[in-house]
């Protein structure tokens, strides 16, 4: 991978896109992602990303992000915010603050952001905050490619390493540091706790304070050059009047796995996650059949007729099948139209420890095992 830089706005958005592509539903909403990289990139900052081979190795690294619940905010939200005096946003940047903040408590002068996954906001955020900083941002992900629910869920984590400390800002500037945590499933549950508070808008977190030749042996490397190719992709085929849900399902060397519309939804936010089934009614060669996809946050688990499908972790992304715009499960809408592609997870995450974490069984489904989607379609 090479290094690049976004030099327009059509850049961007395309880069949005293709993050929200890979978001598999959750991630972020991709409208706070284009807003904070729009306006760093009109404030005069350079949007860019380097490739990992050309960091330096004694560098230190931050996995900044934003965490918490991505529910829609209803008028009941709205009006609890107001009783607790939250009415004004006075911070700009989360990422920026809590990344700020980690430096005082550490003394260490924080060098790269490592994203934590690919999605609508949680991949854009942080690019904006390196550019913002004048610090790096590197083409890569902790968690393969994909968005998911909880930081467990992620390469360090899955090689040993500690989220502690961890620093959370929200958009009020309630700040708050974890120093100490008995492991890093309780930290996760701390931190989503603290981030029931941002009310669906997220956290900005920094963890995973790690010398950056740890982090290239973490990091899945060219993700971000992958979900800003996705985005382009989509909007040229779009205009050049060719089919883009087949265009980038060849791209991605993934399956389409359904056609159809949205016929029911049923969601909930609890826990500080997004929690819901979408379920989808059959049209042309789908016609007389039924897609069913389980979400906390990011989509986990599909049902073809009432059976189990594709799981992660393997993506399941949904785009409008006309347009090829990704869905976000916060936005998506009765009578949608929709296609469901399917694609492979990165080879880091098929390993039995990964499938622990991210696999049906984690999400409560103890009778779905895991099957590699490639085995499912053949």
């Known amino acids: ?34 807003k904070q990289l729009l ?30 619940s991505i529910a829609p905010q209803t008028p009941e939200n ?9 009415v004004e946003e006075p911070v700009k940047d989360k990422l920026v603050a809590a990344i700020e903040e980690m430096e005082k408590y550490t003394g260490k002068k924080i060098e790269i952001i490592a994203p934590l996954e690919i999605g609508g906001a949680n991949t854009p955020t942080p690019v904006a905050a390196a550019a913002r ?3 790096k941002v590197v083409d890569g992900d902790y968690s393969g490619g994909r968005a998911i629910p909880e930081i467990t869920q992620t390469t360090p984590h899955l090689n040993g390493e500690s989220m502690i400390p961890l620093v959370s800002v929200d958009q009020w500037g309630n ?18 706790l603290i981030s029931i508070l941002a009310y669906g808008r997220l956290a900005g977190n920094a963890t995973y304070l790690l010398q950056a030749n740890v982090m290239k042996k ?29 265009v980038v399902r060849e791209f991605i060397s993934g399956w389409l796995l359904f ?50 499908f594709v799981t992660s972790p393997d993506l399941i992304c949904v785009v409008n ?12 809408e009765v009578e949608d139209k929709v296609a469901v592609l399917g694609v492979r997870a990165n080879e880091v995450f098929k390993s039995k420890t990964a499938i622990e974490e991210l696999g049906p069984k984690h999400f409560g489904y103890k009778d779905i095992k895991y099957t590699p989607i490639e085995k499912i379609i053949e």
């Open 133 to 135: 900083m004048g610090i």
């Open 175 to 192: 700040t708050c540091i974890i120093k100490k945590a008995v492991n890093n499933w309780v930290a996760e549950k701390i931190g989503k």
């Open 39 to 68: 306006d760093a990139y009109r404030e005069g900052n350079k949007i860019k990303w380097c490739d990992v081979s050309e960091l330096p190795d004694d560098a230190m690294t931050i996995c900044a992000y934003g965490m918490g």
């Open 218 to 246: 973490l990091v899945v490397p060219g993700s971000l050059s992958k979900a800003f190719e996705i985005g382009k992709l989509i909007r040229t085929a779009r205009e050049s009047g060719k089919n883009p849900v087949e």
């Open 259 to 308: 056609k159809g519309k949205v016929s029911k939804r049923e969601t909930e936010d609890r826990e500080g996650y997004y929690w819901g089934i979408n379920t989808i009614e059959g049209s042309d060669d789908f016609s007389g059949r039924t897609f069913k996809i389980f979400f906390k946050n990011e989509n986990h688990i599909s049902w073809l007729d009432d059976k189990p």
């Open 78 to 86: 709205v009006e609890e915010m107001k009783s607790l005096g939250l």
């Open 1 to 34: 991978m090479a290094n690049k830089v976004l030099r327009t706005e059509e850049e961007i958005k395309d880069f949005v896109r293709g993050c929200t592509f890979l978001g598999t539903g959750g991630g972020g909403h991709p409208e706070d992602g284009l």
């Open 321 to 332: 099948y006309e347009t090829g715009e990704p869905i976000s499960n916060p936005s998506m």
